[in-house]
């Protein structure tokens, strides 16, 4: 349970990882020594002709670049900047009403909004004529353990519907949708709601506490075809209502991304916390400012949802805006039983694949099979793992499977 | 500060491979348990020279003595791989003694000892052991076994006056009655000492799709196909204008006795030797209820249930490796493929009880 709320926006240095799992070529625009603002583009990193800009978090002075691991667990180089404490910021123009969809496309690539969002079905924040439908989502989904910080929704709610209709506007969509809970409190629902009514935005009620894959159901009924890992090859932008809250800052405020909040839970930590943080920010500093881990043998660190994050070996790395949570935890060993082949991961997976007959093929080296049984249609939601009892990693099978055939 | 990492996704829900068998381990010793307690109460023929005890005893020895061979084998096959770990607690006991449960609960109460041991054996070695334990079966270990008591040992285990071989004279002509009361207790020369308690039955039936061990879409699917295969059969040959009582009798037969309820409840929907999509588990239920009636209505067995199962089981691994995707559409369309092919079934069966297919098979060929 998150117990208190913090913010962290001064750390001495930040680092700014260079490149990311996409984008692995960058162009530095800075050199150590310069004196930077607060939304200043110091590099640029390309993804194919894709080019995306890194804005410094704070303002100061450039003093090096080091090469350590970033969040994905990846040794990449990062820019250092050390705080001025000033927080002098560049301007950025603002737009009022009524924004262009040109304008807002190009406010979100310039101000490096492109990646908020990345863990499970979410999709990167890019345009092209294929876009047309705006899913955002209020809650965690198939997520069995954090906890969504609905706070955020009620005191944002105005700025979270506008972001949405901006959004909208920015990929032509004609109705957009948000994801809420069917058992959310009443406030942030009524919040949200007020927020939305004249604008083109629609609720989708689900229930969270089935795991059942529910958004990639409710976007398959919206597309009406086959979803592809990348739901942007459908036309879909999906994201949450934090990406939606800094977009709605970028283009009214002209306020560059430059926090964030972050959720910091598991018993390896004294507090449990939700945290507004400074991008760039080593995480190893927030664990002191909350004391320091609790006294547990064997720990894990993960990042991002539960079904679909990732795992670090290290705690020295920064924070950047794709983090959204971080959950520290003693190891948990459960032994995997054989299959007994109760048949609930394929029940579950919502993409109407049969991880387990999958698994099988792999088991057996059957590339035909593997590719007769739809397996890279898997979105790797992690569902089919989460349900098995006998604790398999189906997953990690099809995974197999689909870098035999792929 | 060091981590452990592993591959997500790293949490699971609380549902345990283990769990589920304790459950079922649970069921069938309160299963065993009313078979014990109902043989005791059972009223045993004015003449016979031995008591209802004497069978309540004779059940219960064989329900030990099943569970503890098959533990015993078991044991010494992991002592032959030299790896006992799984016997240091009682989880790796739970699995052996559901075996031997099931082949003592799945055989009749005249049943000679080394008959069930042999059963054990055959069921626990060959049906188990062999393919490699828990999970890598292909048949259900426990029919192997009674299979194979059934087939060698069929003098010993010959049965007289079951309700269905009356059933099987009743069409042949004979005038039986049943009494309702009598069947719904178990007062009956039944066929396997597991089948007689339909009440418990069909209470730990319900407990056990509670807890989701069994699969309604398994066993669901086959007690319906079986109620509507014996409702058209029935309705076909004993209907009279306006009475039902005869049909319902039929059906109420072939449901409650026998080993429909059992191989519902324990045997059908076992998971390691069943399919696992849901499209293919409807077909499997309906394949093993079809061969079931067509067992029980036109063969000279009158249990066809374990034969069935075997048969569903043989084509399990076939139709897990070609089916391809599971959604809405196949859903459909086998649901509707299922409804057609056990309509069909039951006209069929019912019209060749009634020996009337030639003449139909004329009548459609004169149509065209
Ligand atoms: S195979 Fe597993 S991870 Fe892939 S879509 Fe299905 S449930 Fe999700
Ligand atoms: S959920 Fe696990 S045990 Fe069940 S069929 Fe799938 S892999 Fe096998």
Not at chain 2, 85 to 98: A, L, M, R, T, W
Not at chain 2, 227 to 240: E, K, M, S, W
Request: with cysteine.
């Amino acid at each position: 349970m998150i117990t208190e709320y913090r913010t962290y926006l001064n750390p001495k240095k930040v680092y700014l990882p260079l490149t990311d799992t996409q984008s692995k070529i960058a162009n530095v625009l800075v050199e150590v020594g310069d004196e930077v603002l607060i939304g200043q583009k110091v590099a640029e990193k390309y993804h194919g002709r894709v080019k995306s800009p890194i804005l410094s978090t704070v303002s100061g002075e450039v003093v090096g670049f080091e090469e350590r691991m970033d969040r994905y667990g990846k040794l990449t180089d990062h820019i250092v900047i050390e705080n001025d404490q000033k927080n002098n910021t560049i301007p950025y123009p603002t737009y009022s009403e009524k924004a262009t969809s040109g304008q807002v496309r190009k406010v979100i690539s310039e101000m490096g909004l492109t990646k908020i969002a990345i863990d499970g079905l979410y999709t990167d924040l890019r345009f092209d004529a294929k876009s047309k439908f705006v899913v955002v989502n209020s809650i965690f989904v198939n997520e069995p353990f954090l906890s969504t910080d609905y706070d955020f929704v009620t005191q944002n709610s105005e700025a979270i519907a506008d972001g949405i209709d901006l959004l909208n506007t920015a990929a032509n969509g004609k109705t957009a949708y948000v994801i809420v809970d069917k058992y959310m409190p009443a406030e942030a629902m009524e919040e949200l709601g007020k927020a939305i009514v004249d604008k083109n935005i629609e609720l989708i009620i689900i229930d969270a506490k089935k795991l059942k894959g529910q958004d990639y159901k409710f976007i398959k009924s919206l597309v009406k075809e086959t979803l592809h890992f990348d739901l942007l090859e459908n036309g879909v932008i999906y994201t949450r209502v934090q990406a939606v809250k800094m977009i709605h800052d970028a283009v009214r405020n002209g306020t560059p991304p430059t926090t964030r909040q972050v959720s910091l839970t598991g018993d390896g930590l004294p507090v449990n916390a939700v945290y507004n943080v400074r991008i760039g920010t080593l995480f190893a500093e927030l664990v002191e400012d909350l004391g320091s881990y609790t006294e547990v043998e064997n720990m894990t660190l993960h990042i991002g949802s539960f079904l679909s994050g990732i795992e670090l070996e290290n705690d020295d790395f920064a924070i950047t805006e794709s983090v959204d949570a971080i959950n520290v935890a003693e190891y948990r060993l459960v032994e995997e039983d054989v299959c007994i082949k109760c048949g609930d991961c394929n029940d579950v997976c919502p993409a109407g694949i049969l991880p387990q007959n999958i698994m099988d093929a792999e088991i057996r080296n059957l590339s035909s099979r593997i590719v007769e049984l739809n397996t890279n249609e898997c979105v790797e939601c992690g569902l089919c793992t989460y349900v098995c009892p006998s604790k398999i990693n189906v997953l990690e099978w099809v995974r197999r499977g689909k870098r035999r055939v792929g | 500060m060091k981590f452990i990492t592993k591959k997500p996704p790293i949490v699971m829900n609380s549902q345990r491979t283990y769990k589920k068998l304790f459950t079922l381990h649970f069921a069938l010793i309160v299963v065993a348990i009313g078979t014990v307690v109902i043989k005791a109460l059972s009223k045993v023929p004015e003449t016979a020279t031995y008591t209802s005890l004497d069978l309540a005893f004779k059940a219960l020895a064989m329900l030990v003595l099943a569970s503890v061979f098959s533990v015993v084998i078991e044991i010494f096959y992991a002592l032959s791989e030299k790896n006992t770990q799984k016997f240091e607690s009682y989880k790796g006991f739970v699995d052996p003694i559901n075996t031997g449960l099931l082949i003592a609960l799945l055989l009749p109460s005249t049943t000679p000892f080394y008959v069930l041991a042999l059963a054990v054996f055959v069921g626990v070695y060959i049906g188990k052991l062999v393919f490699g334990g828990y999970g890598f079966y292909i048949f259900n270990p426990a029919l192997v076994g009674v299979l194979f008591a059934n087939i060698s040992f069929n003098a010993q285990l010959a049965l007289t006056n079951t309700p269905l071989e009356l059933l099987k004279r009743a069409i042949g002509g004979e005038s039986i009655t049943f009494k309702t009361a009598e069947l719904f207790l178990g007062n009956y020369n039944e066929i396997a000492i597991g089948s007689t308690s339909v009440i418990l039955l069909a209470l730990i039936f319900i407990y056990l799709l509670v807890t989701r061990v069994i699969d309604f879409r398994i066993s669901g699917t086959f007690l319906i196909t079986v109620l509507v295969i014996t409702f058209g059969v029935g309705y076909i040959n004993f209907y009279a204008p306006g009475d039902f009582s005869v049909v319902l009798s039929y059906v109420l037969v072939n449901m409650i006795t026998g080993l429909t309820v059992f191989g519902a409840v324990f045997l059908i929907s076992e998971s390691v030797s069943s399919p696992t999509t849901r499209e293919t588990k409807i077909i499997y239920a309906v394949v093993i209820g079809v061969f079931m009636m067509m067992v029980r209505t036109l063969g000279s067995q009158t249990e066809g249930l374990v034969f069935a199962i075997l048969f569903g089981n043989m084509i399990t691994p076939l139709i897990n490796r070609t089916v391809k995707r599971s959604n809405a559409k196949m859903l459909v369309r086998t649901v509707i493929a299922c409804v057609v092919i056990v309509l069909l079934v039951t006209v069929a069966l019912g019209l060749i009880v009634q020996s009337r297919l030639p003449e139909v098979a004329a009548i459609v060929g004169g149509a065209f």
